[in-house]
C-alpha cells in the first residue's frame, strides 16, 4: 500500500496537461501564502528582529546600498 504522499505524486503525474498547469498554479498560490503566513508568525514571534537590528546597523555604516 502506498503512502500519501506516493499516492499524491502518481496521481500528479498521470494529469494532462491542462490539468498540471492548473495544479502548478495552485501549489505556486497555496506555497507563497504558506511562506507568507511563516514570515508574520516569525516575524510576531520577534524571530526576525536580529535581523532587522543588523539590516539597520549595516546601513547606518554605510554597508547597503540604494536599490
Given at each position: 500500500?502506498?503512502?500519501?504522499?506516493?499516492?499524491?505524486?502518481?496521481?500528479?503525474?498521470?494529469?494532462?496537461?491542462?490539468?498540471?498547469?492548473?495544479?502548478?498554479?495552485?501549489?505556486?498560490?497555496?506555497?507563497?501564502?504558506?511562506?507568507?503566513?511563516q514570515?508574520?508568525?516569525?516575524?510576531?514571534?520577534?524571530?526576525?528582529?536580529?535581523?532587522?537590528?543588523?539590516?539597520?546597523?549595516?546601513h547606518?555604516?554605510g554597508?547597503?546600498?540604494?536599490?
Open positions: 500500500m502506498m503512502n500519501a504522499v506516493e499516492d499524491i505524486e502518481k496521481a500528479i503525474e498521470q494529469l494532462p496537461e491542462n490539468k498540471l498547469q492548473q495544479f502548478r498554479a495552485w501549489y505556486e498560490k497555496f506555497d507563497m501564502d504558506s511562506w507568507d503566513k514570515i508574520a508568525k516569525d516575524s510576531d514571534a520577534g524571530k526576525l528582529d536580529a535581523l532587522a537590528q543588523a539590516a539597520l546597523a549595516d547606518k555604516a554597508k547597503s546600498s540604494e536599490i
